[in-house]
């Protein structure tokens, strides 16, 4: 790349990159089994950065000396650990700049993809389990608790699906009525607790993190004098 990546887009473009060429190697090739990811979906076993300190963080040294004293499975599910360590590191080196909410949405879209030890074991990616209360909803969804601040929806799923287990249940959109997607943004409103599409509102997570306090449009209507 001719400059490194500096929005959270870029970085993400980057990660995904450098994760394709690593599944590639792990999962397709059968021959020189890697470490290394680059931006271009290219893979390659090679020494270490010489210089120290080196430009970008760099995978484990070593990696590929087990490779026949291993369950070639074992092996496999090693280096797979190893590449995921080394990815995350990358992408939040590359992102040393960002602030607070951009490193949590890049965490977000990172954490919506399988890793690479998953896609190796052939593991299905499981995300967390919701409770009725929130319905399914993605880590790119938000929640308000009453002091207005945002918190990130999976943590709260999981704190209320330990308590309501057998309460589950689907979420509709409090204006088009359409069932949750994983791809899709969600908001509540702090006013009625409904749910709906960040699209049907017109709020994008962006916006949603300088709202103190959502009011749905049935709501606002209803407070208008």
């Given at each position: 790349m001719g400059s490194s990546p500096r929005?959270?887009?870029?970085?993400?473009k980057d990660y995904s990159a450098r994760r394709s060429g690593i599944i590639r190697a792990l999962t397709h090739d059968k021959d020189n089994l890697c470490l290394y990811g680059h931006p271009n979906d290219s893979w390659e076993v090679t020494l270490p950065a010489e210089e120290?300190?080196?430009e970008l963080p760099e995978p484990a040294l070593g990696i590929n000396f087990a490779r026949d004293g291993m369950v070639r499975k074992d092996w496999l599910s090693l280096v797979a650990v190893h590449s995921d360590c080394w990815l995350l590191s990358v992408s939040f080196y590359l992102g040393a700049r960002l602030t607070k909410n951009e490193r949590k949405r890049l965490f977000s879209m990172i954490n919506d993809l399988p890793n690479v030890f998953?896609?190796?074991?052939?593991?299905?990616?499981?995300k967390d389990r919701p409770s009725a209360d929130s319905g399914s909803k993605s880590k790119g969804s938000t929640k308000?608790?009453?002091d207005g601040h945002v918190k990130n929806i999976s943590k709260v799923a999981v704190e209320e699906?330990?308590?309501?287990e057998d309460e589950h249940g689907d979420t509709l959109c409090g204006t088009c009525g359409?069932?949750?997607?994983?791809?899709?943004?969600?908001i509540c409103c702090d006013i009625c607790e409904k749910w709906y599409h960040g699209k049907c509102v017109k709020i994008t997570?962006?916006?949603?993190d300088t709202i103190k306090q959502y009011k749905c449009p049935s709501c606002m209507k209803r407070n208008k004098p």
């Open positions: 929005t959270v887009e870029e970085i993400f120290v300190p080196p998953e896609v190796v074991k052939g593991q299905k990616h499981v308000r608790s009453s699906y330990e308590e309501e359409g069932n949750y997607s994983e791809a899709e943004f969600w997570p962006a916006k949603a």
